[in-house]
T-cell receptor, first 115, second 112 residues
Framework: AQSVTQLDSHVSVSEGTPVLLRCNYS??????LFWYVQHPNKGLQLLLK??????LVKGINGFEAEFKKSETSFHLTKPSAHMSDAAEYFC?????????????FGTGTRLTVIP | EAGVTQFPSHSVIEKGQTVTLRCDPI?????LYWYRRVMGKEIKFLLH????????ESGMPNNRFLAERTGGTYSTLKVQPAELEDSGVYFC??????????FGPGTRLTVT
């Protein structure tokens, strides 16, 4: 069975400081892992995807995530937060090897960026 | 290129009434998905269409929910009769032959 735990429902950072959004997963197989972002009144947008290639995945807008199998983690980071990063972020797991189907979502982390 | 659109953006209905949500996928995307997020919880899969056929409807909560995709273009999700626990945000996503699902902004359904 697959599941995702996002450890923080809310994260608040100052503009220009690092961002860390935590995610742990559970999967019976080698999973595909994603981070999606949702800005207010917009659809979810794919930030990045891991599918058993390089463990450090770079995404859009300066975000990256590292797959750590031993820790079953896929934390999202960004070196310097920007005001436009304020949004809700979802960690997602799929046991579909392509990651195209069977998405299981975490409960989301709302990121606030303080000027 | 237009993204996935959903209508209405917000619907408020009384318990026992019927509501129909609509999703227009990105043109040419054969795969269409419905998801639901109940307040405070995770987004959950409802069903998956490939063209007009239901590929997977394992996430549909009960028979009060009916999804259709006649002609393989837009899709509707009807809830009849609506119950209080049906309140939430309903997302639609579409996909072509690649892996990425493109999501719409969602329809917020409130049942009072």
């Amino acid at each position: 069975a697959q599941s995702v735990t996002q450890l923080d429902s809310h994260v608040s950072v100052s503009e220009g400081t690092p961002v860390l959004l935590r995610c742990n997963y559970s999967s019976s197989y080698s999973p595909s892992l994603f981070w999606y972002v949702q800005h207010p009144n917009k659809g979810l947008q794919l930030l990045l995807k891991y599918t058993s290639a390089a463990t450090l995945v770079k995404g859009i807008n300066g975000f990256e995530a590292e797959f750590k199998k031993s820790e079953t983690s896929f934390h999202l980071t960004k070196p310097s937060a920007h005001m436009s990063d304020a949004a809700e972020y979802f960690c997602v797991v799929s046991e579909d090897p392509t990651g195209a189907n069977n998405l299981f979502f975490g409960t989301g982390t709302r990121l606030t960026v303080i000027p | 290129e237009a993204g996935v659109t959903q209508f209405p953006s917000h619907s408020v209905i009384e318990k026992g009434q019927t509501v129909t949500l609509r999703c227009d996928p990105i043109s040419g995307h054969d795969n269409l998905y419905w998801y639901r997020r109940v307040m405070g919880k995770e987004i959950k899969f409802l069903l998956h269409f490939v063209k007009e056929s239901k590929q997977d409807e394992s996430g549909m909560p009960n028979n009060r929910f009916l999804a259709e995709r006649t002609g393989g273009t837009y899709s509707t999700l009807k809830v009849q009769p609506a119950e209080l626990e049906d309140s939430g945000v309903y997302f639609c996503a579409s996909r072509d032959n690649s892996y990425e699902q493109y999501f719409g902004p969602g329809t917020r359904l409130t049942v009072t």
